[in-house]
């Protein structure tokens, strides 16, 4: 492309071009667009035309005192999400004529953060919501907050204790149910009812031969490690029937994992069940609750072949296939509806926070071109040399594919006379410049070239050729999924989106891990391991998104390098404020020295060392009082910090 054809292509851009090559109508879920002046921007409430510009969120915040990176939490979102999902329901029940409630139940494991779970539970109240825990932790924070009328189900492994926690807030009138996993949980819960004197409410989860799909597939099926059998379910209900206590099992549960990827594999897990609620029922028991699990899926963006980053269903579809089938079942087997529990948490949260990396710097993994050479270059450089002009001036694919070829082949020989001493480190240095210089010009006439199927060598060298965008954060601590299981984020710039984005990049954050960056990428294209980015302007702040962060990710992860929590705003929107909204809440990040304490090093002990060092040093004359004052006083400082760069503040140091 010739200069001028490069600015008509840049005019040319536009931010709906944007909004298609990073693929967002695949993830955005109607929450995220590019406005105008080319920034992301959200629209938290569902129906309401009121946009917030993320841009504006970052300035509002830092003038607050919040440091970067920045999560971002908009908490409209999460009620949107809590509505969509309960009036998708209660439509599906309304078209069918299904005979029984909806309500869901948050599972708190996806995100347990105070004003997360107050957010669901006050969007929530008018649809009755109810939540879910999995651990006597998780018990304990919940139970203060169960109003009369909200279920709490406890899932997981339960213990004496925490049975006995479930059966003190039953006796005071919570709607608490455990949901026995395990049949050893139910004979301990009747012992401990027994002593009370009490007739416990209960709940089933049952192991379905039904296989999960997806990536948490073990979390159903016959091997899943929760779950009674069916010949378990049967000594169960015997039990409570020869109890005279049938009535007491409310709720039979199935959970086929999270991120169910295929629809039909969750309704032929209810079919599976409903023929046993059925039987159950005309036994006589009275069951009143069906309950689906979590799973609901989300989509990130990625491919259809990945099934953690992507689903085959909406939320319509995932509702319709509940509500019908456990319809189709209780019609044919003549039993009444059960009302519908579903436990989704992923759904409801990934899409309400999103993380800010400023981009530190770029490194290319290629050598500049050398301007100056070494005299007398040894035969190999001068190969080297000759393939570069050769480069320079070769048109036709074949020879500059040849080109490539001879300049791998010449810089292994180099590589191995280096090894042996046979070449000083100027002529290294000049033969390795020569090499990149051969790739950049080769691929630069491949791409113009445009050749369909794309050559391997070209995918070769855009890998190689790629920009490294050093970002401020960790994804072991903020997309810990993404190193895990290598489940896909949607990642793009926040802002420039009005210009085209002219350069291959990766993001690679902080630690000094090589699986520390992200190596895919959401694009128009399918997952790709490079994103388009802007030149980055070092006098220039240039921010990206690091999308959908709000299920899972900031509890499952960890402290790899001492790199911790970041600081975040609680956002809302509302029409009167100067941009569309207001900073509810800003939590500071973890810093330095907490950080450092959890790992057992205290900062008084630290500052003690540090100065009795210095006071040495100051008495041995080798610095000056003031001085040593002055390097003391800041490492002192720097403890306060939070554990990521410092972008910000030009402060003298
Ligand atoms: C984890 C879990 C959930 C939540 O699953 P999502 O995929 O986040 O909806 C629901 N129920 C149980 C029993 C779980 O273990």
Known sequence: MTNANEAVAKHDWSCEDSQVLYAMSKWADGF???????????????????????????????????????????????????????????????ESGYEGTYRSIFPIKVNQLQEVVAEVLEAGQ???????????????????????????????VKDRTMLTLMLNAQQIGQQVMPIIEKYSEFEQLMNLAEVRQMKPRL?????????????????????????????????LIRTLENREMAGQLELLHFHLGSQIADIQVLRSAVREIMQVYADLMLRGMQIKYLDVGGGLGVNYGGDYDSP??????????????????????????????????????RALTAH????????????????????????????VVLRMTSVYSDAQSAEKMSMLLECYHDAQEIRQE???????????????????????SICREVLRKLTAIGSIPVTA???????????????????????????????????????????????????????????GK?????????????????????????????????????????????????????????????????????????????MLSQVQYFPNDLGRRMSEFIRRQINAGRIKPAEGTRILNNYTQRLGDTTYCDVSSNEPL
């Open 518 to 594: 992200v190596s895919q990428y959401v694009t128009s294209s399918g997952t790709s391991d490079c994103l388009p980015l802007h030149n980055f302007r070092q006098d220039e702040s240039y921010y990206l998104g690091i999308f959908l962060v709000g299920a899972y990710q900031e509890i499952l992860g960890d402290a790899h390098n001492l790199f911790g929590r970041v600081d975040e705003v609680h956002v809302y929107a509302r029409a009167e404020e100067a941009n569309g909204f207001w900073i509810e809440t800003l939590l500071k990040g973890i810093s330095v020295k907490e």
């Open 352 to 379: 309400h926070s999103l993380l800010v990396v400023p981009v530190l710097g770029v490194h290319r993994p290629d050598s500049p071109y050398m301007a100056e050479f070494p005299a007398e270059p040894p035969a």
């Open 203 to 235: 709940g089933v989860r049952l192991k379905l031969n039904t296989k999960g799909s997806g990536r948490w597939f073990e979390s159903g099926g016959a091997s899943s490690k929760f779950g009674l059998t069916i010949p378990e379910l049967v000594q």
């Open 32 to 94: 995220f667009s590019v406005n105008k002046m080319g920034h992301v921007s959200v629209r938290p409430i569902e129906g309401q035309d009121l946009h917030i510009d993320i841009i504006d969120v970052i300035h509002s915040a830092r003038s607050e005192g919040a440091s970067l990176p920045l999560l971002i939490r908009f908490q409209d979102v999460i009620s949107s999400r809590v509505r969509r999902l309960n009036q998708t329901f209660r439509k599906a029940i309304q």
């Open 126 to 156: 008018e649809f009755n919501i109810g939540l879910e825990c999995g651990s006597k932790a998780e018990l304990l924070a919940m139970l203060p907050l169960v109003a009369d009328e909200t279920l709490l189900l406890c899932n997981g």
């Open 414 to 436: 180099t590589e191995q006379m280096a090894r042996l001493g046979y070449l000083s480190v100027e002529h290294m240095a000049q033969s390795d410049s020569l090499y990149w």
């Open 308 to 345: 953690e980053s992507s689903i085959n269903y909406g939320l319509r579809e995932y509702a319709n296939v509940v509500v019908y089938t456990v319809k189709e079942i209780c019609d044919e087997r003549q039993v009444p509806m059960p009302h519908l529990l579903s436990e989704s948490g």
């Open 457 to 515: 060598e070209q995918i070769e060298l855009e890998k190689q050729l790629t920009d490294m965008y050093l970002g401020d954060f960790s994804v072991f601590h903020s997309i810990i999924d993404h190193w895990a299981i290598g489940q896909v984020f949607p990642v793009m710039p926040l802002h420039r989106l009005q210009d085209k984005p002219e350069r291959r990049g990766q993001l690679v954050d902080l630690t000094c891990d090589s699986d």
